[in-house]
Nanobody
Framework: QVQLVESGGGLVQAGGSLRLSCAAS????????MGWFRQAPGKEREFVAA????????DYLVSLKGRFAISRDNAKNTVYLQMNSLKPEDTAVYYC?????????????????WGQGNQVTVSS
């Protein structure tokens, strides 16, 4: 079992930055691929970014590449999502997730554990 707790969300003006953190506890964190997803009101949950268990391979939603960056610190059992140049359309609840498979994946079905979600609101 893995528990995931996100933090770092909040309200920010357009053009600003936020860094989300996701702290994991339970089973060996370094064995998992980690992902970030988001869900805006009335929309389906959307892939944002993922990182392989070793951190060497990442994947992003194409439209976010260059603004968002995923990273992980296996010594701290934490994955991060740095979000820059935020836009109002980035407003959503952001979720981190862990996948037993270890490789990057953009499909929600590939993930075994989910955090509770963290609200990010970008004002115009």
């Amino acid at each position: 079992q893995v528990q995931l707790v996100e933090s770092g969300g909040g309200l920010v003006q357009a053009g600003g930055s936020l860094r989300l953190s996701c702290a994991a506890s339970g089973r060996t964190f370094s064995a998992y691929a980690m992902g970030w997803f988001r869900q805006a009101p009335g929309k389906e949950r959307e892939f944002v970014a993922a990182i392989r268990w070793s951190g060497g391979i990442t994947d992003y939603l194409v439209s976010l590449k260059g603004r968002f960056a995923i990273s992980r610190d296996n010594a701290k059992n934490t994955v991060y999502l740095q979000m820059n140049s935020l836009k109002p359309e980035d407003t959503a609840v952001y979720y981190c997730a862990a996948s037993l498979h270890g490789g990057v994946a953009s499909d929600t079905r590939s993930y075994d554990y989910w955090g509770q979600g963290n609200q990010v609101t970008v004002s115009s």
